[in-house]
């Protein structure tokens, strides 16, 4: 696939090879990369396609070393990726092929956008349906759920849940990747840094705040402090804190 897809986008000749020397390579990177060698009319580059799942940080990192312990370019093969990561890619221009999508070889002069990107609405603020969408796939751990699998999941219509994943894209979160014109969320296995690369774009729930002078005679759900003292070890504030929607 890998020969095929090049020679079609490229229309020339390629030879590919098995790259058989990973013992150049820094422990840290053998074994992360199906790795090859390929020859385009002369001209010799490495190909490395992660085996696994690898973030954009960890990307970053590990093209520049396979570059340098091989003195070859080094070529990220990506079937599975996102227009966040593609654009950082090239804002630091470093080689990619993002199968179906687009081609990018700076040392032969090449750029080539082979999957037309469809315009994105505007969005500076997510809605509540995206925000509920993001705190689902962070409790739950989501891998590569696609629409149809996030609207079952929260009980709401694919329509829906492609808007939000539109909203997602316009706003660069990066756990949205496109394979083969399809969408996947993938919510990051470190909880922490996912929570703290969400947070600023998460809206506040409550709507006002109201102080009052008696506790309300219908039980209502316990919030804020109320509600992390309840469910932890945190000590309570002097006075209660309720939660109410707006049609109750």
Not at 35 to 41: A, G, T
Not at 148 to 156: G, S
Request: glycine share 4%; aromatic share 8%.
């Amino acid at each position: 696939m890998l020969k095929e897809y090049i020679e079609k986008i490229l229309h020339r000749n390629v030879q590919i090879v098995s790259y058989k020397d990973q013992r150049k390579l820094p422990l840290s990177i053998q074994g992360s990369y199906d790795l090859h060698l390929i020859d385009i009319e002369g001209q010799i580059a490495l190909i490395a396609t992660p085996i696994e799942r690898i973030p954009l940080v960890t990307l970053r990192k590990q093209q520049h070393p396979m570059a340098m312990y091989t003195g070859l370019p080094c070529v990220l093969y990506m079937t599975d990726m996102n227009y966040y990561t593609r654009d950082a890619l090239l804002d630091e221009g470093i080689p990619f092929v993002w199968e179906g999508h687009q081609l990018y070889l700076p040392f032969l002069g090449v750029l080539l956008d082979t999957h037309q990107r469809k315009t994105l609405p505007t969005c500076t603020q997510i809605s509540y349906l995206t925000q509920k969408l993001l705190l689902s796939a962070l409790y739950q751990g989501w891998q590569k759920v696609t629409v149809t699998q996030a609207a079952k999941l929260l009980n709401v219509s694919k329509m829906s849940i492609t808007r939000c994943f539109d909203e997602l894209e316009a706003l660069n979160i990066p756990y949205l990747s496109i394979q083969k014109r399809s969408r996947y969320f993938t919510a990051d296995t470190d909880k922490k840094a996912m929570w703290e690369s969400i947070q600023d774009i998460l809206r506040n729930p409550v709507l006002k705040s109201y102080a009052l002078k008696a506790k309300p005679e219908i039980e209502l759900p316990l919030s804020g402090q109320s509600a992390l003292a309840h469910y932890s070890m945190v000590d309570d504030v002097s006075y209660s804190i309720l939660a109410i929607t707006k049609k109750i």
